[in-house]
């Protein structure tokens, strides 16, 4: 079992690729962006930052990019209207 498991880490630090955090484009929410979300009919905002799946902390507003809100967000410019998933329905 851990033998498997440190094949498995192993391959992942070979797939694993540096990050230049230098000229990122913030025009659009990235990895680690840090956005604000609103909710106009409900009157709150709420801060979320988009990390890599092993750092997410859902109680720290720190979510996934694979997440379903994650997902929603990339890409996104400032003031554009994104539908987020939730866990009752998607907000606006």
């Given at each position: 079992?851990?033998?498997?498991?440190?094949?498995?880490?192993?391959?992942?630090?070979?797939?694993?690729?540096?990050?230049?955090?230098e000229d990122v484009d913030t025009s659009k929410v990235a990895i680690g962006s840090?956005?604000?979300?609103?909710?106009?009919?409900?009157?709150?905002?709420?801060?979320?930052?988009?990390?890599?799946?092993?750092?997410?902390?859902?109680?720290?507003?720190?979510?996934?990019?694979?997440?379903?809100?994650?997902?929603a967000l990339i890409g996104k410019a400032a003031g554009?209207?994104?539908?987020?998933?939730?866990?009752?329905?998607?907000?606006?």
């Amino acid at each position: 079992m851990l033998l498997r498991r440190k094949s498995d880490m192993e391959r992942e630090l070979e797939l694993s690729r540096g990050t230049n955090f230098e000229d990122v484009d913030t025009s659009k929410v990235a990895i680690g962006s840090t956005v604000v979300l609103s909710d106009p009919p409900l009157v709150r905002a709420r801060n979320t930052t988009s990390s890599a799946p092993g750092t997410a902390r859902r109680r720290k507003n720190i979510v996934s990019y694979q997440a379903g809100i994650g997902t929603a967000l990339i890409g996104k410019a400032a003031g554009e209207l994104v539908q987020v998933p939730t866990e009752k329905a998607i907000a606006r």
